[in-house]
């Protein structure tokens, strides 16, 4: 008799891999299924969905009176050509994008795929820099460079500061949502975009678009500068769709339903989620919680009622979700009802919340749920290569996904890995000097990643993240410092102190930790009252305590002194999104972190460490 295959194998493509070795030293990985062909434009996703199941729900949201409320496939194509119409009797060109201030909401969904139907690019900036920035910096660089035909803020009243900051740096017309009051006479409120369709323009525009028309402009988190504007034409996000569903095939069999919070002004919210629903006829519930405390409450409010068969997230809502499931019964039932897969990406999770999600999916189900990753970047719309397969531990992203060529080249002591195909930027937006660098001689993109086999005799069991070539460095005896591991191990050992960690040591003896707190963690484990001050919690020696039992934990696995810490600061200060210390996902950027808390630095290593520092 036939057994049932495992979650896993009945889900995905059979993973496989080919390997070249060079002459000159670089290895070639590449999968041997071809890329099967792909659409001319994302519309044409909607177009077929809107025809073929015509009244399921697309996108939903909170009402102010707390219901689900939102668009089918039928009503969000029949505004997509009443936008797109507006947007043409405008008069925009394809160099004048479509820019969107806000958080995600469903009339931002609409006008996203409004202007890529009619072949304007749309360009989402992240709300931090109009939120939470002090001078507004970024926004009024980006906004003064993509020189936009069209500006739209949901929530007018928030991003007032914002919208006077960059009053007289742009052209663009000023659209704001219905309940906002308009900020000036010649703003529009987002049904005077509806007004009309006309059909036949909208047609011409949307039967000119190919491959290479511009679909989005999306910038990355700017840790070293000002944001680089990422090109994306519609074949990058049509080819790297058609990869993911050869990988993962069960997405054609069954709609996919989806509570997600990433952003769209980013490529894994922006790309992968929205296109995995999109493209395969879903439901997109969009959760207006975030994993930060006190909005994570609004996420889990939200599981309790909707049932996703994908859950994607980054480590950091991990964090937070598999304690809630613990002490849950009815959310952890909801959750897994109706779960196929779990997906991590943007930073690498921590094996104990690996292990977390599958001891609570066994516990409710009794098999785990298949847990898995994918990588890339902005740059690869983003998949380069898919976990397609239960790897055995975290970190393992898989092997290269149909139309994808990576090639393997030894750097110092890691193997830096580039990325080739359709999925693959052709550069950056009026940026031809970063374009130019950041492609090598044959035109793989130099995304400056390591990588490695996990097994390599096995190709097939994929590859390993091995952190970024930029951020290791070396002790002052010369050894190097695997700085991706060493944040992962720490954060591991030092649970649930650490929300996350900048890696210190560059030329020193030792590396050392500064912490980022899970304050809330904290005041529980010091059995303070959650008004107590962030000075008070971690200087409780509770909090303290843990942070030298994580440290003793860590030095008893480690082989050498490049592999654990043995000093500590916890930092009271959070990551500050100016100085572009963290991004919209929560994760934090080491190089940037360390020009901005150069002074902590110094701390840690003095001569005669001050009472803040905890050492070995």
């Known amino acids: 008799m036939n057994q049932p295959l495992p979650p896993a194998a009945a889900l995905f493509a059979t993973p496989a891999v080919k390997v070249t070795h060079r002459d000159d030293g670089a290895t070639l990985v590449q999968n041997p299924v071809p890329l099967e062909p792909y659409a001319r434009c994302v519309g044409e996703y909607l177009e077929y969905w809107a025809e073929h199941a015509p009244d399921r729900p697309f996108m939903l949201e909170r009402s102010p009176a707390g219901l689900w409320v939102g668009v089918t496939y039928r009503q969000a194509l029949d505004k997509v050509h009443r936008i797109g119409s507006w947007l043409l009797k405008l008069g925009l060109r394809p160099g004048q994008p479509v820019c969107v201030l806000s958080d995600n909401q469903v009339n931002h969904g609409v006008l996203m795929l409004a202007a890529m139907h009619v072949g304007i690019p749309y360009s989402g900036i992240s709300p931090a820099y109009s939120l939470l920035s002090q001078d507004h910096a970024k926004l009024k660089n980006l906004v003064q460079r993509i020189n936009p035909g069209v500006i739209y803020v949901g929530g007018a009243g928030r991003f007032k500061a914002a919208l006077k900051a960059i009053d007289g740096l742009h052209g663009a017309k000023l659209v704001v949502a219905d309940e906002d009051e308009l900020p000036n006479a010649d703003a529009l409120h987002f049904s005077d975009m509806l007004v009309e369709a006309d059909m036949a323009a909208v047609h011409k525009a949307y039967a000119a678009i190919t491959t290479d028309t511009v679909a989005k402009i999306l910038f990355t988190s700017g840790s070293t500068g000002y944001p680089k504007g990422v090109v994306n034409p519609q074949r990058m996000l049509c080819s790297s769709f058609q990869a993911k569903r050869q990988v993962w095939p069960f997405l054609a069999e069954q709609s996919p339903v989806l509570l997600d919070w990433l952003p769209w002004n980013h490529t894994f919210g922006g790309n992968h989620n929205f296109n995995i629903i999109l493209g395969n006829g879903g439901t997109f519930y969009l959760d207006g919680g975030k994993p930060v405390p006190g909005l994570f409450d609004t996420t889990v409010n939200n599981l309790r009622e909707v049932a996703p068969t994908l859950y994607l997230n980054v480590p950091k809502a991990f964090d937070m979700l598999v304690p809630a499931l613990r002490e849950d019964a009815a959310l952890r039932r909801n959750f897994f009802s109706k779960l196929q897969v779990i997906f991590y990406a943007a930073a690498a999770l921590p094996q104990h919340l690996w292990d977390g999600l599958m001891e609570l999916s066994r516990q409710e189900l009794g098999y785990a749920v298949p847990l898995v990753t994918a990588w890339g970047s902005t740059e690869t719309s983003p998949l380069a290569t898919d976990c397609h397969f239960q790897a055995d531990r975290s970190g393992v992203i898989g092997v290269p996904v149909p139309g994808v060529t990576l090639k393997l080249v030894p750097n110092g002591d890691k193997t830096e890995v580039r990325v080739k195909g359709a999925n ?36 097939e069991a994929g590859l390993v993240f091995d952190g970024r070539v930029s951020e290791d460095f070396k002790l002052m005896s010369g050894t190097w410092v695997s700085v991706g591991t060493v944040r992962v191990k720490g954060v591991e050992h030092l649970a649930p102190v650490a929300q996350d960690i900048v890696v210190t040591g560059h030329g020193r003896n030792s590396v050392g930790y500064l912490i980022f707190p899970n304050v809330p963690a904290c005041r529980r484990l010091a059995g303070l009252a959650d008004e107590a001050d962030v000075s008070t919690v971690l200087s409780h020696p509770a909090v303290r305590e843990r942070v030298k039992a994580g440290l003793d934990a860590l030095h008893a696995t480690s082989k050498g002194s490049s592999t654990h810490a043995d000093r500590a600061l916890l930092m009271a200060a959070p990551p500050s999104v100016d100085a572009g210390e963290i991004t919209d996902k929560g994760y934090i950027n080491q190089s940037a972190s360390l020009r901005q808390r150069a002074a902590l630095v110094e701390a840690l290593y003095a001569d005669e460490p001050g009472p803040d520092v905890i050492l070995l």
Do not use: L
């Not at 693959?424 to 374009?435: A, I, L």
């Not at 995304?447 to 996990?454: E, L, Q």
């Open 424 to 459: 693959v930027t052709p550069g950056y937006f009026e940026q031809p000097e970063d374009t130019a660098k950041a492609f090598d001689e044959e035109g793989f993109y130099k995304i400056g990643d390591a990588v490695k086999f996990a097994d390599p005799d096995r190709p």
